[in-house]
Structures are given as C-alpha cells and as structure tokens.
C-alpha cells in the first residue's frame, strides 16, 4: 500500500509540534509569561464586585499605580476611592532585591498603618478572594514548573503547568501548597489559575477574560477577572478601565504619607 507524501507531511507535523511543545520547559513558558507582563510603570482602575453566596454584591472602587526599579523590582500603591466605608483606604507594598517585601495596610477608619508579615500573606485582602500573596508579583526563582501538557479553553490553546513552591520557607509562607496555570500559547497570558490549598484540595479558580493589545506598549493585558471561592461560595469579579503603561509614574507615589493620604 502505498503512503502519499501529504499524509506523511502531516504525520512529521504532528511529531515536530509535539517535540516542539515538550521541548519548551515550565520555565521557559514562565519567563515569555514574565516578559509579557512586564512593564517600567502601570496605571489603571478596577471595579470590584464582591458578591456573597446568596448573590448579594458589593461594589467598590480602586486606583493602582506600579514602578519597576532598575533591578527589576516592583513599588505599586493601591487606593480606594468608594465607597464611603473603604474610601481612603491603601495597600503599599515595595518589593526588596536581597530582604523581605514591604506591604502596609492603611485602614482610614482606625489612622492606623499596619505592617504587613510574611504570615499574614495567606490572609484575604480586603475582603475580598484575593490573598496577600495573590497581589505579588510571579517570582520565578521561588517556584518550580512543571509542564504537564496542553488543554483548549474557549478556542485557544494552553500550556498546563504545574507551580509549587521550592524552599521551606515559601512552603510555611504560601496558602497554597500547589498552583496549576494554563497559560495561552497564542500570547502567554494566563486564562485560568486553580489554587490548591495547604491539605492539596481545590479552593479556588480564577478566570480571566476580555484579554486586549495595547499596541503602544506591546503587550496583552486582562480586562476582567474572576476569582470563585469554591469552599465559600464567595466571588470577587475585577473589572479593570484606563490602562496605562509606560506612561511615566513619580517614584515619589510610593510612600507612607501618600499611602496615608489617599494619593
């Protein structure tokens, strides 16, 4: 029986692009994540809809601005603007090259700044589905990276990768004993994260849509987000508007005072 040369032309195909996808590691589709998400400065502003397991919601107003230093380290302040129980209230966190993060929570309501610890991280911010942690950047030297195989979501094809935290101390740190991150492979943005927590039970999912190109700046970022506490039944939806990047942000923003103020 003979074999045409299209069918064998399609058989090598498939070979090469599975070697292909295998051939990449988690960490390599983590770094193209990194780069992608990466900029010198950022500012936008989120709704955020907090809705209970009856399907009661409340609604809340956010700016956040972010720098990155010369190392690569990120400063981002975020401020709520309304309504009138959290106006005023902010979340300082710089990032440090050789010593631990610094996060500050100022609650108006007490004139009060609370420092945030390392074993504070796994607690919710603000009351809302988000853990300290979740609000930190992806540091890829504390994590490995398994990358376990590909799935279709919506039409769109993803690298399935496995995170877990490598040294002790991020292990006692972390909420999480595992993440698993379908990351596109059209634009490396994540889609989907399923969060595992200390007794490896899924806790929650988070989903991410709307995903648009800011041509100026070249790079993709996620509209809306949505992360389901699956143990609560608790919701918190992230709508973001007016995204700018690489726009030019003082480093002077990222202060205590300015936290304290509102700014």
Known sequence: ???????????????????????QTGVDVMKKNEAQILASDEQFEITMTLT??????????????????????????????????VKGTGFLAIENQKTEDDQWLYLPALNKTRRISAADKSDNFMGSDLAYEDLDTEEISEFDYK??????????????????????????ESGYSKRILFVRKDNFMFSMIKYFDKNNQL?????????????????WRAYKIVVNNLKTKHKTTLVYKNILINKGVSNDAFSKRNLEKGI
């Open 1 to 23: 029986m003979k074999i045409s040369k299209k069918i064998i032309a399609l058989a090598l195909l498939a070979v090469t692009n599975s070697a292909s996808l295998f051939a």
């Open 147 to 172: 990358l376990t195989g590909s799935k279709m979501i919506d039409n769109v094809d993803h690298f399935v990768i496995e995170a877990t935290p490598k040294s002790a101390a991020k292990k006692k």
């Open 203 to 219: 806790s929650k999912e988070l989903l991410a849509s709307d995903i648009r190109f800011a041509k100026d700046a070249k790079k």
């Open 52 to 85: 209970n397991d009856k399907g009661k919601n409340r609604v809340r107003e956010i700016k956040q601005v972010t720098k990155r230093d010369n190392s690569n380290n990120r400063s981002s302040l975020i401020t709520f603007s309304s309504p009138a129980d």
